[in-house]
């Protein structure tokens, strides 16, 4: 009698918690609805790595710094890092299929805007939209996958995805290769994307079908002024300090900057605190799992974008290769991060453990950067080769198994802000990886150019040595001595990576692995079972 009286009681249970609980979808079903959002997330990872190889072409065409250089990537990042959250938001409140097509239409407006810049500042700019794009982008889709798919069932869904994000990551720089040594130029790296985004447009509007509940739309407008304007300002500080054309580390400015960014984010703390749907819930990323996550994300997204950004610039500027030749050069990263998603994916699946994976993939991600740290001009591209592969299969086993194993602690409701949470901080620690490093890399390549400058004989202008990469148009022994000072200073930033992968790993270390959920929203606890209506409508 118990046993019977139970069932209507789980239902009565699980109406107000979850009112919409769709039925669960079939995996043709599933994969018929992945086919644009899979579309849309790949030309949103491939906008945002196509333009590696070409970097070098676009600043020596527009006269741009090693600043220069790592700020076009930069803005992109940092705009996707502030919005990720907005977006994610936004996900639990509108719907999200809506939300998608109007990222596309963003990342298009910003790419032709790029494609059509004569300076690096209307460049910077386009970028800036590109990356508002990107954030909604890749929120989006672990929201919608998060909304769709049981977190058992989560991983190998999650592995394709991944494989999307290692083609994007890696290919996108091989794709570039290709275009800026053909007739088109390197405009047609950002003009290339807007027919694959109209496509994904078309795709998603035929293919998703996803049910959306409708809740009361409360955005946190002040946390997300004072999470844009905090994030922003540290990462303006960290890209120009220590330069000398700028101010150093510790000076007037720096201390302006760092303690207006650090009072912003305090501000954000006590909003979020007090508000009532803050833009990071501080209940979510306060969770332990989602907070150890975190930590390793922003390790991760040092890695990821800082290994694709510098190594393409490696080869090129450092071993002569052509755009093409450096595309190709990056193919063992793409195929470890392809093999490493996959594979855990579907092992996640078969299984249900998780946390062995993310061990794994703390510990290739450390040794594949302190191989890549041994590298100088002179390293046998053979070594390379097995050197990022490594890298590329640490990456590939740790990024979606992160979103993943947050996921599954959290309720259907909250899967966007979650989600976007981890890649806010994955963007977020890119930005801090692209920023630091690419300033780290200026500083070293200046102090080698100035001393294989004075070795030679050659007299050095104003101390302006490693501030220009038009390296084509510079006499015959200095582009060598440039080549060996970028070769060899690279090296430094691929350690500095591998220290900093040394979080991830202390992270995934600490995080308690739970039984991934077979069903999308969490459940009501079994105890719940044995208690009566008016006891259960009371605990609500």
């Not at 070409?54 to 992109?76: C, E, K, R, Y």
Request: with cysteine; charged share 10%.
């Amino acid at each position: 009698m118990a046993s019977q009286t139970a069932a209507p009681n789980i239902s009565t249970q699980a109406g107000p918690t979850n009112p919409a609980a769709p039925p669960e979808m079939s995996h043709r079903q599933i994969m018929e609805a992945l086919t644009g959002l899979l579309a849309a997330f790949f030309t949103a990872i491939l906008s945002s790595t196509i333009v590696a190889n070409a970097l070098p072409t676009i600043m020596s065409d527009l006269h741009g710094t090693q600043t220069d250089f790592a700020w076009v990537i930069t803005a992109a990042l940092l705009a996707n890092a502030a919005t990720t959250p907005i977006w994610g938001k936004l996900a639990d409140l509108f719907n999200k299929k809506v939300l998608v097509q109007l990222s596309i239409i963003i990342f298009v407006a910003g790419s032709v805007m790029a494609g059509l810049s004569e300076t690096i500042p209307l460049l910077l700019v386009a970028r800036v939209i590109q990356g508002v794009a990107m954030g909604g982008l890749t929120a989006l889709a672990q929201a919608i996958i998060g909304t769709m798919i049981p977190p058992r069932n989560r991983g190998k869904y999650s592995g394709y995805m991944g494989a999307v994000m290692a083609v994007g990551t890696a290919g996108g720089p091989l794709l570039g290769g290709f275009i800026v040594d053909s007739p088109l130029g390197w405009r047609w790296t950002f003009f290339v994307c807007v027919p694959l985004a109209v496509v994904a447009l078309v795709l998603l509007q035929v293919t998703l079908k996803i049910t959306h509940v409708r809740r009361p739309a409360k955005i946190d407008w002040l946390g997300s002024i004072l999470l844009t304007s905090g994030v922003s300002l540290l990462l303006i500080w960290v890209s120009f300090a220590g330069n000398p054309a700028y101010y150093d580390w510790i000076s007037w400015q720096s201390a302006l900057m760092v303690g207006g960014g650090v009072l912003l984010l305090a501000l954000l703390v006590l909003v979020e605190s007090k508000v009532e749907q803050p833009i990071i819930p501080l209940k979510i990323i306060s969770e332990r799992t989602t907070a150890l996550a975190i930590l390793a994300s922003v390790a991760v997204g040092v890695a990821m974008f800082g290994s694709s950004t510098f190594l393409g610039q490696y080869f090129q500027v450092a071993r002569g290769a052509t755009p093409t030749e450096a595309g190709l050069l990056t193919l063992p990263m793409i195929a470890g991060n392809l093999a490493g998603s996959v594979a855990s994916g579907l092992l996640i699946t078969r299984t249900g453990k998780w946390k062995g994976y993310l061990i794994a993939g703390s510990i290739l991600l450390i040794g594949g950067l302190g191989l890549a740290g041994t590298m100088d001009h002179t390293t046998e591209l053979w070594h390379t080769g097995i050197f990022t592969a490594v890298l590329g299969l640490g990456l590939g086993m740790l990024m979606q198994n992160l979103v993943l194993a947050v996921q599954n602690t959290v309720r259907a409701s909250d899967i966007g802000t979650a989600s976007a949470s981890v890649a806010f901080f994955r963007s977020v620690g890119g930005a801090i990886g692209v920023s630091v490093l690419g300033a780290v890399l200026a500083n070293r390549v200046s102090g080698l150019a100035t001393q294989g400058l004075a070795a030679a004989g050659i007299p050095v202008q104003g101390g302006s040595a490693g501030s220009s990469m038009d390296l084509a148009h510079m006499p015959e022994p200095v582009r060598e001595i440039m080549r060996a000072a970028y070769g060899d200073a690279t090296a430094e930033v691929f350690l500095i990576s591998a220290v900093v992968a040394v979080v991830a790993l202390v992270s995934v270390l600490f995080i308690k692995e739970k039984p991934l959920r077979r069903t999308v929203d969490i459940q009501p606890a079994p105890a719940a079972e044995s208690t009566t209506p008016e006891l259960a409508s009371a605990g609500k």
